[in-house]
């Protein structure tokens, strides 16, 4: 069985981070949790992406904050796909997580998503759309959520109306 590994650069990252293992867990997807400082714990950090994949571990998302460095730095150390989720810093807004995130130099990709909330849960949607290119079912729980959101928008209009 696959696994998504979520990792976050402190506890303070959780309430952002546990909107993706709740989605993760919905599509049924088995989750593992951790949390690694790059700063703090650089150490565990290389030793956690070295190992990743034999862990059984095929995407990696990884949030955080600030000088949001986590995430480049799991994806120097793996090929597994590492998604970057930028935390909403209180000093930035989450500008300063982005820029971290997203500013990789060829050759060591991460896949950047949006600041906060929204990129915390498109980054499960990625993962599973990953996980979907080999797992039909996978593929099929993902196009069964796209079509429950499409009815509800479509239901939220009538609702507008009535
Ligand atoms: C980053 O620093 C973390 O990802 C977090 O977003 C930010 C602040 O961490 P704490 O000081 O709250 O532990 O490493």
């Known amino acids: 069985m696959t ?9 303070s990252d ?5 909107l993706a293992t709740d989605i993760l867990t919905d599509l049924g997807i088995e989750i593992e949790k951790h949390i690694i400082s790059a700063h703090r714990m650089p ?3 290389a030793q956690f992406a070295e190992n990743a994949r034999e ?15 986590l995430p480049g730095m799991l994806a120097a150390s793996t090929t597994l796909p590492v998604i ?21 130099p060829a050759g060591v990709p991460v896949a950047t ?6 990129g915390a849960k498109n980054a ?14 996978m593929a099929e729980a993902v196009a069964h959520f796209r079509e429950a959101q499409t009815q509800a928008a479509i239901d939220s209009e009538a609702a507008l109306n009535e």
């Not at 959780?14 to 546990?18: A, K, L, Y």
């Not at 998503?113 to 929204?118: C, L, M, Q, R, Y």
């Open 84 to 104: 970057g989720v930028p935390i909403q810093s209180k000093a930035l807004n989450g500008l300063d997580s982005l820029l971290s995130i997203v500013q990789m």
């Open 124 to 137: 499960a949607y990625l993962a599973a759309q990953i996980i979907g290119i080999s797992d039909v079912k």
């Open 43 to 45: 150490k565990t950090l």
């Open 113 to 118: 998503v949006a600041i906060g909330t929204a």
């Open 55 to 69: 862990n059984g571990v095929s995407v990696i998302i990884a949030g955080a904050g600030g000088a949001a460095h």
């Open 3 to 11: 696994k998504v590994a979520v990792v976050m650069g402190s506890i």
């Open 14 to 18: 959780w309430p952002t981070m546990q």
